[in-house]
């Protein structure tokens, strides 16, 4: 009996190793491996962003070129001035709200359940991704990146 006890608790602890190292198979992991998502990556980054320390210096020059015709200078426009500067900080707040809003958005998209959907968004979207975004798929980290030949590339974050 004492046998018979001690082979149920040796069969019951391999079923639980067993169950452990499978794991959870309801969704197939994607493969380790390097993807090309264009041969090459001319359009990557840029134009989807904001300049916001741009946009602010414009509105400034804007704002005190619209002064006419008092005040002729700065220190005789210091109340002007002072206007502008608030009136442009606002347009400046706003802008970096907005970043950050567009920012978060953009992470969310990043994150994809099927390695096709991972490939076809940053392809359609070039100037909304930078080198160096990670892209989540079905849980594995991927990095955008460009290979020896100029190719861009979705590569495994860790090897």
Known sequence: MRLATVQLE????LMTVA???VGCVHTQAPERKIYVISEDSVGIGGSGTYDCDAEF??????CWDNRYPWPHNKKQG???YERCEQDCNREYNECE???EKEEAERRNKLTFSRMDEAIDWPRNHKAEVALGTVVVVAGVAFIITTGGSGALILAPLAL
């Not at 210096?57 to 804007?62: D, E, I, N, V």
């Open 10 to 13: 040796l069969l019951s602890l």
């Open 19 to 21: 169950i452990a190292g």
């Open 57 to 62: 210096k414009q509105c400034m020059k804007r």
């Open 78 to 80: 210091a109340w002007y």
């Open 97 to 99: 709200k907005e970043k």
